[in-house]
């Protein structure tokens, strides 16, 4: 499985991003996706996931309400739509695809398949 991630960039305080992950390879192992991100200096955490067959979301308190996710199965692609976004949202931003239920991927012991990380820049 290989993963894609794309859509970062640089954006001010208070702006939008939607983020992109796109599966490629044996995808029919995968029953959720996730998102991290990673600060600089700090420790790579947990920020969305998404159930691939019912939709069903988890977001971190962090970014609850301002942050929503979605896939496109057809497609084979999850999102990560960034709304009112602070300068502490600037990160790197990995997706994640794990053989687990979404519930279970705040911890990235059960994601089993990363993509590259994007930039994400909020300026204040």
């Known amino acids: 499985v290989q993963l894609q991630a794309s859509g970062g960039g640089l954006v001010q305080a208070g702006g939008s991003l939607r983020l992109s992950c796109v599966a490629s390879g044996r995808t029919g192992s995968i029953e959720a996706m996730g998102w991290f991100r990673q600060a600089p200096g700090k420790e790579r955490e947990f920020v969305a996931a998404i159930n691939l067959s019912a939709g069903a979301t988890y977001f971190a308190y962090s970014v609850k309400g301002r942050f929503t996710c979605s896939r496109d199965t057809a497609k084979n692609t999850v999102y990560l739509q960034m709304n009112s976004l602070k300068p502490e949202d600037t990160a790197v931003y990995y997706c994640?695809?794990?053989?687990?239920?979404?519930?279970?991927?705040?911890?990235?012991?059960?994601?089993?398949?990363w993509g590259q990380g994007t930039q994400v820049t909020v300026s204040s």
């Open positions: 994640g695809g794990s053989r687990a239920r979404a519930s279970l991927i705040n911890n990235e012991n059960y994601i089993h398949y």
